[in-house]
């Protein structure tokens, strides 16, 4: 399986604050990732997906870029409706896998 | 809306199996296959395998071949997935998604979960 690795596994920003967070995979994957967002006891919500195309609904300060091993989530600007765990995963091989996660708290 | 409806919460003992239901609205159920992925307790995301409702053809992740089966019944928009030879490690929500678009392995949207507790 193709294992996907993402850094950090926390962060802490205030409202504001560009926060970006990094998925390296275990061997290239082109363009086949995707960002979700989860929130507390909620289903993940996509955020993300072909490495950079932003899916219908969410909002412009968040984008994706990167392909073959390494990716990259940004939010530009953060804000209060932000503040949860963030996971890649990737869609290239026939047995998906997603990153470990990534927490962003508040300051 | 495209919406996908999960089966409640269930408390089984080890060795038991569970069978949670999602039943699907808002498109054509066997126009996007449907996924199951599974999250325990503080943990992270872990996909177990998609179902082709057109078909029924499966494709399951290793650790879960022969010990998992995913289903659907297309009369009722309708896919299952049920778990045997529990053991607690096995307690976690179990959430179905839809394919973003048809083979695109890309997970919008979720079921709401069903939280699945093994225990004796």
């Known amino acids: 399986d193709i294992q996907m690795t993402q850094s950090p596994s926390s962060v802490s920003a205030s409202v504001g604050d560009r926060v970006t967070i990094t998925c390296r995979a275990s061997?290239?994957?082109?363009?086949?990732l995707a960002w979700y967002q989860q929130k507390p006891g909620k289903a993940p919500k996509l955020l993300i997906y072909?490495?950079?195309s932003l899916q219908s609904g969410v909002p412009s300060r968040f984008s994706g870029s990167g392909s073959g091993t390494d990716f990259t989530l940004t939010i530009s600007s953060l804000q209060p409706e932000d503040f949860a765990t963030y996971y890649c995963?990737?869609?290239?091989?026939?047995?998906?896998?997603f990153g470990g996660g990534t927490k962003v708290e508040i300051k | 809306q495209v919406q996908l409806v999960q089966s409640g919460a269930e408390v089984k003992k080890p060795g038991a199996s569970v069978k949670v239901s999602c039943k699907a609205s808002?498109?054509?159920?066997?126009?996007?296959?449907m996924h199951w992925v599974r999250q325990a307790p503080g943990q992270g995301l872990e996909w177990m395998g998609w179902?082709?409702?057109?078909?029924?053809?499966?494709n399951y992740a290793q650790k879960f071949q022969g010990w998992v089966t995913m289903t659907r019944d297309t009369s009722i928009s309708t896919a299952y997935m049920e778990l045997s030879r529990l053991r607690s490690d096995d307690t976690a929500v179990y959430y179905c998604?839809?394919?973003?678009?048809?083979?695109?392995?890309?997970?919008?949207?979720w079921g709401q979960g069903t939280l699945v507790t093994v225990s004796s």
């Open positions: 998604a839809r394919d973003l678009r048809a083979g695109a392995n890309w997970f919008d949207p």
């Open positions: 808002g498109y054509t159920f066997t126009g996007y296959y």
């Open positions: 179902i082709n409702p057109n078909s029924g053809g499966t």
């Open positions: 061997q290239g994957i082109s363009s086949w």
């Open positions: 072909a490495a950079s």
């Open positions: 995963q990737q869609a290239n091989s026939f047995s998906l896998t």
